[in-house]
């Protein structure tokens, strides 16, 4: 009876939340849908989005940082956070549109914030063992356009997602701007703003606009002696 009862309401929660999901891969193997998420706030105001966890996975609130939050008011929009047995703190994402992904790799170390707030479609990932410091932010379009004066043509439309390959540091204060790729085993200095696709592994790209300042270079979480 208490289960009736129980999955009754799921369903009507559901149906109130327009089918969006919370969808919970526990470390069991057993896949389950959920309402909440410890230390992480997820709000829909669309319809049919999901948002996957992988445990283990944990939310942590620092002093004086934000609560974790996931705000989706479009449709059909998909986040994926994979397993981490690092922790997540302050992770902001804001959809606004619709069609969007973001899938966040395993391992993942640190807190970001991330808009995909005016364009529909996009695709942002971030691969395995990343490290992000305080304070870094995705901004996947422009917003407003700019345009050619004689054609009356669009400019500034974004061609591509935002790609962070596999263990890549990203320092404090960083802006991360449209169409960019960071390769493998990057480091991203701290206030750099980082505007185009780079392609060579292994390096530490630093300055507005960020450019290559070191090659040959990986990096690791120990301390600097
Ligand atoms: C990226 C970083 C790790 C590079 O350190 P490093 O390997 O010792 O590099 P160097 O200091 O030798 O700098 C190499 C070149 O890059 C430039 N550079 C380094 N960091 C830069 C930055 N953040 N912005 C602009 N230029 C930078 C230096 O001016 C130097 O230029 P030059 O060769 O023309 O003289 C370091 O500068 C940094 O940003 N650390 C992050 C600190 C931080 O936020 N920690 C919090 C934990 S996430």
Same mark, same amino acid.
């Given at each position: 009876m208490f289960g009736y009862i129980k999955h009754l309401l799921f369903c009507l929660c559901r149906w109130y939340r327009n089918d969006n999901r919370i969808i919970?891969?526990?470390?069991?193997?057993k896949i389950i849908e959920c309402l909440r998420y410890s230390g992480l706030t997820v709000s829909f105001k669309g319809k049919?989005?999901?948002?996957?966890?992988?445990?283990? !996975?944990?939310?942590?609130?620092?002093?004086?940082?934000?609560?974790?939050?996931?705000? @989706?008011? &479009?449709? %059909?929009? =998909?986040?994926?956070?994979?397993?981490?047995?690092?922790? !997540?703190?302050?992770?902001?994402?804001?959809?606004?549109?619709?069609?969007?992904?973001? @899938?966040? &790799?395993? %391992?993942? =170390?640190g807190m970001c914030s991330i808009d995909f707030c005016w364009l529909d479609n996009m695709v942002m990932r971030i691969g395995d063992d990343c490290m992000f410091g305080q304070d870094i932010k995705f901004m996947l379009g422009d917003h407003h356009s700019i345009y050619n004066l004689a054609t009356k043509e669009c400019i500034n439309i974004p061609r591509k997602g935002i790609d962070i390959g596999n263990h890549v540091w990203i320092a404090r204060n960083v802006r991360i701007m449209k169409n960019v790729t960071i390769p493998?085993?990057?480091?991203?200095?701290?206030?750099?703003?980082?505007?185009?696709?780079?392609?060579?592994?292994?390096c530490v790209i630093a300055g507005n606009p960020a450019k290559i300042v070191k090659t040959n270079i990986s990096w690791d979480y120990a301390n600097t002696k």
């Open positions: 919970l891969h526990k470390q069991n193997g049919n989005s999901i948002v996957e966890i992988f445990e283990p !996975i944990k939310f942590e609130r620092r002093l004086l940082a934000n609560r974790s939050k996931i705000k @989706i008011s &479009g449709d %059909n929009n =998909y986040i994926c956070i994979n397993s981490t047995n690092r922790s !997540i703190h302050n992770l902001q994402v804001r959809g606004m549109c619709s069609n969007n992904k973001l @899938i966040i &790799g395993k %391992n993942f =170390y493998c085993n990057s480091v991203v200095g701290a206030e750099s703003v980082v505007t185009k696709e780079f392609k060579e592994q292994n």
